[in-house]
């Protein structure tokens, strides 16, 4: 069986995970990457698969589709469980990206 929430899909694996998300904040802001709530599904950051590109740049899924990670989002710490994180809107912006290690 795959493991659930590993494709970027919005609001999956929030709620197991929504007690560290909710203490991220976004570079350059200090605004919290987290908008969801321990008990609701809708939360901006879940679990996703990702890799980095020979040029240092963040590739990403986000509710199922690869895409770029803009420098500004990336995170610098790991996640607790060691893989790649994204907190992004229904729309697809990113907020916040934390890349896992090894990288997943």
Aim: proline share 8%.
């Amino acid at each position: 069986m795959a493991a659930p929430a590993q494709d970027g899909f919005h609001g999956q694996g929030h709620v197991e995970n929504h007690d560290w998300y909710r203490d991220l904040k976004q570079p350059g802001t200090g605004y919290s990457c987290c908008n969801g709530t321990a008990d609701g599904r809708l939360g901006d950051c879940r679990p996703t698969r990702a890799y980095l590109t020979d040029d240092g740049t963040w590739r990403a899924l986000v509710d199922g589709h690869w895409v770029r990670v803009p420098p500004h989002a990336v995170l610098k710490q790991l996640a607790p469980d060691g893989n790649s994180h994204i907190c992004a809107s229904p729309s697809g912006l990113i907020y916040c990206f934390l890349g896992g290690s090894p990288k997943s």
